[in-house]
């Protein structure tokens, strides 16, 4: 097996909760995990609302700080690599494109951000870039230059996917970025993910409540409760035969426990 893009060892995250009885209390969100990321793997976590799954997720993007462990990205640990280190390896898709776009930045604009930041391209450069990627999501030259509102909401996911991809990151973290999509969009979204995966040879990590995206897509699986592990393996064995009453449950939920034969 190659060497993981991404180990995480015994992470964990607790957020203060108050006082009680003149001592400072915790919500545990994260029990210590650990677990591996590989190249061009698809790695999903699934559990029920407070399982833990956001706070990972922003953990691993740099936005929230783990109470202990350790993370080390291409075999560097997180805490001590810089932003545009950090960003050229890890980047996230987030959940609302119509939220997370700023309403008054043209496509083009939200696109070439990262750039400016991040990199020594000029605007011409710059303008390459963009166009490269919009072209890699399926959008045009010309999307550069409308607003968010001009666009479909399918199209503005692919622009959150585009901004995701602008500096070529190695893992993309999605936190139920195809949730608020109907089922033919969000077919779309996977589709485009899965190409640009085979493509660019990306990592995912997947965050979601939806196990029949989670089968399509995930080689492995991680079923968080509580912010605890309590089972993880190939998707298609973990689906087939979960081993945990809390993963059976979450499968007859969503009515995809698969019989097995007598
Ligand atoms: N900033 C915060 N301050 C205090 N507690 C928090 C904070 N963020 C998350 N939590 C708590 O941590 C736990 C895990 O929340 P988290 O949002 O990571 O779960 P989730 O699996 O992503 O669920 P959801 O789908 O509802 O977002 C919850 O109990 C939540 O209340």
Redesign the pocket.
């Known amino acids: 097996m190659s060497t993981p893009l991404l180990q995480v060892k015994d992470l964990s995250k607790k957020?203060p909760?108050g006082y009680r009885r003149f001592r400072k209390v915790y919500?545990t969100?994260l029990e210590p995990i650990s677990f591996e990321l590989y190249p061009k793997e698809t790695l999903a976590f699934v559990?029920e609302?407070?399982?833990?799954?956001?706070?990972?997720a922003k953990i691993l993007a740099g936005a929230e700080q783990a109470s202990s462990g350790e993370i080390l990205l291409d075999g560097e640990h997180l805490e001590l690599m810089d932003h545009k280190r950090r960003c050229s390896l890890i980047r996230m898709i987030f959940q609302d494109p119509t939220t997370s776009l700023n309403p008054r930045q043209r496509i083009g604009q939200l696109l070439e951000e990262p750039l400016k930041f991040n990199t020594n391209q000029d605007k011409a450069e710059r303008e390459q870039t963009v166009n490269r990627i919009l072209k890699k999501v399926g959008l045009l030259r010309e999307h550069a230059d409308f607003y968010p509102h001009m666009i479909s909401h399918g199209q503005r996911q692919r622009v959150a996917i585009a901004r995701a991809l602008m500096l070529e990151p190695k893992i993309i973290i999605s936190d139920?970025a195809l949730s608020g999509l109907d089922s033919s969009l969000r077919a779309q979204c996977v589709n485009l993910l899965l190409e640009l995966q085979q493509k660019l040879g990306l990592s995912y990590i997947l965050?979601s409540?939806d196990l029949g995206l989670v089968r399509h897509m995930s080689d492995r699986v991680i079923v968080?409760k509580r912010?605890e592990v309590v089972e993880e393996g190939r998707t298609m064995e973990v689906f087939a035969n979960p081993q945990h009453k809390y993963t059976r449950r979450l499968l007859e939920e969503q009515m995809l426990i698969i019989e097995q034969p007598q």
């Open positions: 957020f909760a919500d969100a559990g609302a407070g399982s833990g799954r956001t706070t990972l139920e965050m409540h968080l912010g």
